[in-house]
T-cell receptor, first 110, second 114 residues
Framework: EDQVTQSPEALRLQEGESSSLNCSYT??????LFWYRQDPGKGPEFLFT???AGEEKEKERLKATLTKKESFLHITAPKPEDSATYLC???????????FGAGTRLFVKA | EAQVTQNPRYLITVTGKKLTVTCSQN?????MSWYRQDPGLGLRQIYY???????DKGDVPEGYKVSRKEKRNFPLILESPSPNQTSLYFC?????????????FGPGTRLTVL
């Protein structure tokens, strides 16, 4: 069964304190792994798609990496505006069903 | 502006009273999907549609119906809502083929069934 597990459930950082969020996945065949950001009361907002092990993508203070079993979202020198829930999801090779993890709630204190 | 819209945004209803949540996208996307989001469980897929008149079940389809008569619209129907369908619902769309396969999400509909 396809499954996505994110850890930790919640993470509290001081402004400037770098850290990483983890996304472990099992899928029959990976077509893509996605990271989304979700602010309270809003729909998820797309950040990255990763397709194969070894791939990396960056956007401002965020960097996503992918291995055959997990993905990491590295946050470098976070700011309070980075506070949000970060969601990981996988799309299987059928290309039609997306499985989401439960998310990591990130709090960045000034 | 490219967007996915949902209506209503908030709805309080009673058990057994049929309701429809509308979803519309203006990006000419082939693929549309409905999710529910519950604390600790993340987003779970209810139904998806590959194109007009083509729909399929996601992971939690029980108690829901959908239709795709037009490419831009994908309504979610609850024929006889029950309290366990109280949740936050999101509609999403994406293009098939090319790009990052990213989904564009609507703003959400918060449903309470009493």
């Amino acid at each position: 069964e396809d499954q996505v597990t994110q850890s930790p459930e919640a993470l509290r950082l001081q402004e400037g304190e770098s850290s990483s969020l983890n996304c472990s996945y099992t899928v029959s065949g990976l077509r893509g792994l996605f990271w989304y950001r979700q602010d309270p009361g809003k729909g998820p907002e797309f950040l990255f798609t990763l397709y194969s092990a070894g791939e990396e993508k960056e956007k401002e203070r965020l960097k996503a990496t992918l291995t055959k079993k997990e993905s990491f979202l590295h946050i470098t020198a976070p700011k309070p505006e980075d506070s949000a829930t970060y969601l990981c999801a996988v799309l299987n090779t059928g290309g039609f069903k997306t499985i989401f993890g439960a998310g990591t709630r990130l709090f960045v204190k000034a | 502006e490219a967007q996915v819209t949902q209506n209503p945004r908030y709805l309080i209803t009673v058990t057994g009273k049929k309701l429809t949540v509308t979803c519309s996208q203006n990006m000419n996307h082939e693929y549309m999907s409905w999710y529910r989001q519950d604390p600790g469980l993340g987003l779970r897929q209810i139904y998806y549609s590959m194109n007009v008149e083509v729909t399929d079940k996601g992971d939690v389809p029980e108690g829901y119906k959908v239709s795709r008569k037009e490419k831009r619209n994908f309504p979610l129907i609850l024929e006889s809502p029950s309290p366990n369908q109280t949740s936050l619902y999101f509609c999403a769309s994406r293009a098939l083929g090319g790009g990052d396969n990213e989904q564009f999400f609507g703003p959400g509909t918060r449903l309470t069934v009493l």
